[in-house]
Each structure stands twice: as structure tokens, then as C-alpha cells.
């Protein structure tokens, strides 16, 4: 079985520009090519589905209450992070760590469109051929910071008592699970430990453990641990030990009879072997040895346990995911990491996304006859045209769908593929200009084309624009603004 971990359920969850995502019908043509890339070998193929709650890198960050990530101490992951990166990147670390925003505590809304985004992520998976999905319940993502006292101050019936506190994440699971249907099983990335004074503890886990088994759950995939526990002394000590999580793994074992995953360090065959022998766990889970040497199953199999290249933990992937850069291994072989720089390298080109903004008037269709100009008969592009649905653009749906249409010709008549573009449309969330800013940042857009929509001048000093906001507020791309 191998998991695509982690993707992305909504734009307000999202933790990286690197981010893997299924928010939109977009993403089903390219996870497809994984999915069957997965099942042509022979292995069952899982996608991870998560939401990052406080921890997300938008606008507009939910969590199930308003604690802000400054009110607990990061320092050390961030420390983590500026070793041994090049200054651009410690700067934008520092940046990033400076900009934490407090996240905007849930209503029951958000609560309901939030498991909505989960349940159409699921039938986008489906769509795309994977066999399952995995929730992403872990780490201090959304689903536990609403199941920890520490990040879950709410009086409703979402706070309080451990039976509120699951309520969430319990409604989550069964509606994935209706809309998954039979025979399309649902897993569980499981913590079962925060490993923070006043967090969520062992205790509770069990207890949640055994409603996750009620709902059928296909499996547990036990871990402990959350962002803010990671770089703690005793827990880095901790975690540099073979199998340091395997009594977690035993005590949820012997709770549920749902079957168990475990992982970490569990680096080398033998390891794995006595974990099964010894009943501690059903199933052994392999993320950083496998990353280090893909063939370690085979070589296992073959009992070529010599030839294994094993994962040192030196930390450098776990530097790279926390400076929100691809990551790579030292020890790979040296033609695979030659191979893997250079596709690096050309993914730093900002300008090869290009997302062009819509509102249906004559100035916005103008900038992306512009734009159109530019990348004439280019093919390294990939283009969005992106129309926000507000009130007024209801009223005018016709002429929009109009506008659009004549967009899309122009563009064709520039012999610009028809492969490089695709048409967006969302439902306003936080205004014209912050859905705009939003997807600028999690899309990782290197230029974005707007109109001025015939505003004068004097009118937007007065006033302000969507593209005065998109100018002052988009952050490492180009903004062309067209009149």
C-alpha cells in the first residue's frame, strides 16, 4: 500500500506552495497519472487528505479557537529550519515566522463546509482512481486541534468534553465515509500522544480510538507528536531512537481491534520483523527509509539487507519540508540527487504559472488579451483564468460566460495550447481581492494580470481597488494591471 501524503482539501487549509491539492476538479487529471503510476506496479494507492487549521500559509487560517501560533513557542523549529539554508530562505523563514497570523475561530459554517471540502476531496480521489483515502488526523492538523484542551477552547458543542472535542473529527469520518461509499475503504493517520503538558493524551486517544473503530475505520496508522512537541528536548532525543513510537502502536492494539500501522525509525528489515512477531502492530509504515532508498521492500524481500541504503536521520528533508522547499536526500545515489537539483532549479522559474483575474468587464478581458500577446505560441506555461461568483456577477452570468468564451479564443488564436489553461471559478469567501490573494499564495503563481474595471485614478486613491489590494498585498510575484 503506498500513500500520497499529504493533499490538500481546501485553499484555507493549505500548509506549503508545495502542497499536493484536490480542492478543485483541476487536480484529478495529474493525481490520475500517480494513482495509475501507483497501481501499474501492483500496490494499493492512498491519498492523505488533511487540512492544516491554524497552521495554514493563507489569508485567512481556521482553527476551532483563537489561539495564535506566537502564543505557543516555535523557536526551536524554526531553528531547525534557518541551519544550514542559503540567506534568500533564512529570510523568508524569519518572515514567515514574523507574519503568523491568529487564526479566525470556526463557526459552525466554516465546521460544515470544512467536512464538505473533506467529502469532495473523497469523491475527486475516487475520480481519480485511487482504492482509499486516508484522513490526516495527526501532527496538529485540524481534526486534532479540535480533539486537544490546549488548541480547543470552544463552549459549544464542539468544546469542552473529550465527547465534544471528538465531535468533530467523528463527523468528518462518517461523512467521508458515506459520500466514499462501499468498497472504497477510509483510513486514519492517528495521534495518540500530543506529547505537550495539557494536550491530547494517551488516555483519550484510546477512548477515541475505539468510536474511530465503531465507524468501521479501515485501519489506524498510529503516530505521536505535534508541530510544537517535535522540537522539544526530550522528544528530539526521543525520536532518534529505532521504533520510538512502537508503545503507542501496542497500547491502541491492544484497545481496538481495528488493524494498526506503525512507523517511525523503523529503519531496518529486522526492526519491522520483531514488531509483527511481537504482535505490537499489523502493518509497518515506512516514510523517511523509504525515501532514502525506494528498492528497501525489495531488498527486504530478497534478504539483500546489506545493500539497503539507510536513512541516517540527519534531518535535512525535515529542514527543507519547514523551509517550504522540495525536498531531496544526501545519500542518494549521486546521478539521482545530480537529477533531482536540477529539477529543483527549474521549479525556482516563477514565471512559468500565470493567473489572469476575471470580473467580466472590458478591462479585465483587455488584460488577458494582453496577456495572451505575451505568451503567443509559447507552451511552457500554465495559465488560470480565475472569475470570483459575487452577487453582481450572478446578474451578469450570460456576459460573463461570454467574456470567458471570447477570452479562450483569443488565447487559441495566439496558438497557445489548449492543455496549458484552465477556466476557475469560485464562490466569494473573503472578498474579491482576498479569494484573489488567496489563490496567488497557494497556487504559487509568478505573475498575475488584473484590470483596473475603468476605475479612475482618484477614485482608487480615494477608494482603493481589487488591484491596488492585489498590488500591495501579493507576495513574490509580478502584478501586471492593465487599463
Known amino acids: ?175 467521508i465515509k458515506k459520500a466514499a461509499g462501499d468498497g472504497f475503504p477510509v483510513g486514519y493517520r492517528f495521534m495518540a500522544d500530543e506529547w505537550i503538558n495539557g494536550g491530547f493524551s494517551l488516555s483519550e486517544a484510546k477512548v477515541f480510538a475505539g468510536r474511530l473503530y465503531d465507524l468501521k475505520i479501515a485501519y489506524l496508522s498510529v503516530t505521536g507528536g505535534s508541530y510544537e512537541a517535535f522540537l522539544t528536548p526530550d522528544i528530539i532525543k526521543k525520536s532518534a531512537e529505532p521504533c520510538y513510537m512502537v508503545h503507542l502502536a501496542r497500547e491502541i492494539k491492544q484497545t481496538v481491534a481495528t488493524p494498526i500501522i506503525i512507523s517511525g525509525r523503523i529503519i531496518t528489515p529486522d526492526l519491522a520483523e520483531n514488531i509483527l512477531l511481537n504482535k505490537h502492530a499489523d502493518l509497518i509504515g515506512l516514510a523517511r527509509p523509504l525515501f532514502t532508498d525506494p528498492n528497501w521492500p525489495q531488498k527486504a524481500g530478497l534478504g539483500n539487507i546489506e545493500s539497503i541504503n539507510l536513512c541516517n536521520n540527519c534531518g535535512t528533508c525535515f529542514k527543507m519540508v519547514v523551509a517550504d522547499r522540495p525536498v531531496l536526500c544526501p545519500q542518494f545515489e549521486r546521478s539521482k540527487l545530480i537529477k533531482r537539483k536540477q529539477m529543483l532549479k527549474e521549479m525556482k522559474n516563477p514565471n512559468k504559472k500565470v493567473l489572469i483575474a476575471m470580473d467580466g468587464s472590458e478591462n479585465a478581458a483587455m488584460g488577458a488579451a494582453y496577456a495572451a500577446d505575451m505568451l503567443s505560441e509559447r507552451e511552457d506555461f500554465q495559465i488560470t483564468i480565475l472569475h470570483i461568483k459575487t452577487e453582481e456577477s450572478e446578474r451578469y452570468a450570460d456576459e460573463i460566460r461570454e467574456m ?51 476605475i479612475s485614478r482618484t477614485k482608487q486613491f480615494l477608494f482603493g481597488s481589487v488591484s491596488n489590494k492585489i498590488i500591495q498585498n501579493a507576495k513574490n510575484c509580478a502584478v501586471w494591471v492593465v487599463d
Request: net charge positive.
Open 1 to 175: 500500500m503506498l500513500v500520497v501524503a499529504n493533499v490538500c482539501v481546501d485553499p484555507t487549509g493549505i500548509l506549503s506552495k508545495n502542497s499536493l491539492r484536490l480542492d478543485h476538479d483541476r487536480f484529478i487529471k495529474g493525481l490520475a497519472k500517480l494513482a495509475h503510476a501507483i497501481k501499474s506496479e501492483g500496490a494499493v494507492a492512498v491519498v492523505q487528505l488533511y487540512h492544516g487549521g491554524r497552521f495554514a500559509k493563507t489569508n485567512t487560517a481556521y482553527a476551532p479557537s483563537v489561539v495564535a501560533i506566537s502564543d505557543i513557542n516555535l523557536a526551536g523549529f524554526y531553528k531547525i529550519a534557518l541551519k544550514s539554508q542559503e540567506m534568500d530562505q533564512k529570510w523568508s523563514i524569519l518572515s514567515d515566522l514574523l507574519e503568523k497570523q491568529i487564526p479566525k475561530e470556526m463557526t459552525k459554517k466554516n465546521i460544515k463546509e470544512v467536512i464538505d471540502a473533506y467529502t469532495d476531496a473523497t469523491l475527486r480521489a475516487k475520480k481519480a482512481g485511487f482504492d482509499m483515502v486516508e484522513i490526516h488526523g495527526a501532527t496538529g492538523y485540524l481534526p486534532v486541534q479540535f480533539l486537544s484542551p490546549r488548541t480547543n477552547l470552544r463552549k459549544d458543542r464542539y468544546g469542552g468534553s473529550l465527547k465534544n472535542r471528538m465531535r468533530f473529527p467523528l463527523q468528518l469520518v462518517a461523512a
Open 404 to 454: 470567458m468564451q471570447i477570452i479562450q479564443i483569443l488565447f487559441k488564436e495566439r496558438a497557445i495550447p489548449e492543455s496549458t489553461i484552465t477556466v476557475m471559478v469560485k464562490n466569494q469567501k473573503n472578498g474579491v481581492a482576498g479569494d484573489i490573494l488567496d489563490e496567488i499564495s497557494t497556487g504559487g503563481y509568478g505573475t498575475v494580470v488584473v484590470g483596473r474595471r475603468g
